[in-house]
């Protein structure tokens, strides 16, 4: 089982309001990632957990709060989000920290912020 | 510093013919190198790696990729076009823990 699960795929928040996205995956793998991906564009690192510790924040606005509660599960708490933070937000598994291994992703959460 | 080159923001092949996808890469050291897929409204899809073994990697749907060090480069090749090949691809390089380096994509046209 390669599956990473994203929830909702789908959210539409106002700007005032607090919202949280899921990621999990079973697959044992240490190391998680939150990517945002705009338009016709690539994804863009914003957080890596390894081992349930941050490892890496990519000067991340502290709207988005990211939050790893055990080795399946990662979580992304948004507050007070700006429309300019409309995008796919992509989680990823990696078995370890090394960059030869695989990253493995979900299909998204499609994020719309009014 | 570590880098990809996409070649071409755009591809448009006919059905049943070749796919030539380009990238070039920069590392200072021995990197690994990944194509991934996005189809519209989706995540990414691994398609294949290089991680210094075999420089001809084969990979899922037909996809092969060859590993040139002389010429930094890994292109993403299939023999034959299909319909459902048309989307977005992503060729990736790692040479440090966590850093995935994005190329800025390619779109695939199919034309039937």
């Known amino acids: 089982d390669t599956e990473v699960t994203q929830t909702p795929k789908h959210l539409v928040m106002g700007m005032t309001n607090k919202k949280s996205l899921k990621c999990e995956q079973h697959?044992?793998?240490?190391?998680m990632y939150w990517y945002k991906q705009k338009a016709k564009k690539p994804p863009e690192l914003m957080f890596v957990y390894s081992y349930e510790k941050l490892s890496i924040n990519e000067s991340v606005p502290s709207r988005f709060s990211p939050e790893c509660p055990n080795s399946s599960l990662l979580n992304l708490h948004l507050h007070a989000l700006q429309p300019e933070d409309s995008a796919l937000y992509l989680c990823a598994s990696s078995r370890q920290r090394t960059g030869e291994n695989i990253q493995y992703f979900g299909a998204g959460t499609r994020l719309s912020v009014l | 510093a570590q880098s990809v080159t996409q070649l071409d923001s755009h591809v448009s092949v006919s059905e049943g013919t070749p796919v030539l996808l380009r990238c070039n890469y920069s590392s200072s050291y021995s990197p690994s190198l990944f194509w991934y897929v996005q189809h519209p409204n989706k995540g990414l899809q691994l398609l294949l790696k290089y991680t210094s073994a075999a420089t001809l990697v084969k990979g899922i749907n037909g996809f092969e990729a060859e590993f040139k060090k002389s010429e930094t480069s890994f292109h993403l090749t299939k023999p034959s076009a299909h319909m459902s090949d048309a989307a977005e691809y992503f060729c990736v390089v790692s040479d440090q823990p966590y850093k995935y380096i994005f190329g800025t994509g390619t779109r695939l046209k199919v034309l039937a």
């Open positions: 697959m044992g793998h240490r190391a």
